[in-house]
């Protein structure tokens, strides 16, 4: 082969190299690891959102040292709002989680989830995030998964993907599923915590965002089991209750728990086995009809 032949082929297998480098995402960016308290981490945080483009639609602590504010944005929320199901998009989570005498900023990545949730890529809003917040340090996988795997993921074969989530109940209207599901929230017994409650705008879906303080599948045990690497992954939660139309709906926990912790062990991922159910359970309690008088 001609030496010109040579140099042209090097200079394509290295441009296809650097593209699928570029085209590697990780489930979260690192904004910060600051010297503090996780209460003053929280306020600074809520200042500069308040000073933003975002909006705080809830914010909870799942467990000592954690916090988790959701936010969403006008940009996110049109996005959701161009497929069927698309709801499950509308929220970002912002970790913030004390380790030792710091505090982890952390975001959901919008590339990451907005590509898997199958609403795009979410640039701008990565953007706008980065700005905010610091570009930081994706993190979550150690090799992470190309745009190509997370558009269509599982964890492994015979695994549940995006469009195998969960049915949780079915009602007369769109209007009966939500008074269901907020009564639900207001009267439960099972430790089940509303965070959000959010509109697509010009679709019958609102998602809900609902903290689990009970059960096999709650917030605490769960990442106490799959949180242990020194970066933490508290902005996967909490979990999303999809409403749309007259349908409740959740995204299978196997595919959700996964979609957080895409390099978790099948060893780890065995000591949460009863997780994913009971964390179907916990959320399908939720669309229960009321019981009239």
């Given at each position: 082969m001609?030496?010109r032949s040579?140099?042209?082929l090097?200079?394509?297998?290295?441009?296809?190299?650097?593209?699928?480098?570029e085209?590697v995402?990780?489930p979260?960016?690192?904004?910060s690891n600051?010297t503090?308290?996780?209460?003053?981490?929280?306020?600074?945080?809520?200042?500069?959102?308040?000073?933003?483009?975002?909006?705080?639609?809830?914010?909870?602590s799942p467990?000592p040292?954690?916090?988790?504010i959701?936010?969403?944005?006008?940009t996110l929320?049109a996005?959701?709002?161009?497929?069927?199901?698309?709801?499950?998009?509308a929220?970002?989570?912002?970790?913030?989680?004390?380790?030792?005498?710091?505090?982890?900023?952390?975001?959901a990545?919008?590339?990451y989830?907005?590509t898997?949730?199958q609403?795009?890529s979410?640039?701008a809003?990565?953007?706008?995030?980065?700005e905010?917040?610091?570009?930081g340090?994706?993190f979550?996988?150690?090799?992470?998964?190309s745009?190509?795997?997370?558009?269509?993921?599982r964890?492994m074969?015979?695994?549940?993907?995006?469009?195998?989530?969960?049915?949780?109940g079915?009602?007369?209207?769109h209007?009966e599923?939500?008074a269901?599901?907020?009564?639900?929230l207001e009267t439960?017994?099972?430790?089940l915590?509303?965070?959000?409650e959010?509109?697509?705008?010009?679709?019958e879906?609102?998602?809900?965002?609902?903290?689990?303080?009970?059960g096999?599948?709650?917030?605490?045990d769960?990442?106490?089991t799959t949180?242990s690497?020194e970066?933490k992954?508290?902005?996967?939660?909490?979990y999303?209750?999809l409403?749309?139309?007259?349908?409740?709906y959740?995204?299978?926990?196997?595919?959700r728990i996964?979609?957080?912790f895409?390099d978790?062990?099948m060893?780890?991922?065995m000591?949460?086995s009863?997780?994913?159910?009971?964390?179907r359970?916990?959320l399908?309690?939720?669309?229960?009809?009321?019981?009239?008088?």
């Amino acid at each position: 082969m001609p030496k010109r032949s040579h140099a042209v082929l090097s200079l394509l297998l290295f441009c296809t190299t650097l593209t699928q480098a570029e085209d590697v995402l990780r489930p979260y960016k690192l904004a910060s690891n600051d010297t503090g308290t996780l209460s003053a981490s929280i306020t600074d945080t809520r200042a500069l959102l308040e000073k933003s483009s975002f909006e705080v639609v809830g914010e909870y602590s799942p467990y000592p040292g954690a916090a988790v504010i959701a936010v969403t944005h006008p940009t996110l929320l049109a996005a959701a709002a161009t497929r069927e199901f698309g709801g499950y998009a509308a929220v970002l989570r912002i970790g913030l989680t004390q380790v030792g005498g710091e505090v982890q900023r952390s975001y959901a990545n919008p590339l990451y989830w907005g590509t898997a949730l199958q609403v795009g890529s979410l640039d701008a809003v990565e953007k706008a995030l980065g700005e905010l917040l610091g570009e930081g340090k994706a993190f979550g996988s150690k090799k992470g998964l190309s745009s190509k795997k997370l558009s269509s993921y599982r964890y492994m074969m015979m695994m549940p993907r995006l469009k195998d989530h969960d049915l949780l109940g079915s009602f007369n209207s769109h209007a009966e599923a939500l008074a269901t599901i907020r009564q639900n929230l207001e009267t439960n017994q099972n430790k089940l915590n509303p965070v959000f409650e959010v509109a697509i705008p010009g679709q019958e879906e609102v998602l809900f965002g609902v903290g689990i303080g009970s059960g096999d599948g709650n917030d605490s045990d769960v990442m106490a089991t799959t949180d242990s690497a020194e970066l933490k992954h508290t902005a996967h939660l909490p979990y999303g209750l999809l409403v749309s139309g007259a349908d409740v709906y959740a995204l299978a926990g196997k595919f959700r728990i996964a979609l957080a912790f895409p390099d978790l062990g099948m060893a780890t991922f065995m000591k949460i086995s009863s997780a994913p159910g009971a964390i179907r359970e916990s959320l399908g309690s939720l669309a229960d009809p009321i019981a009239s008088d």
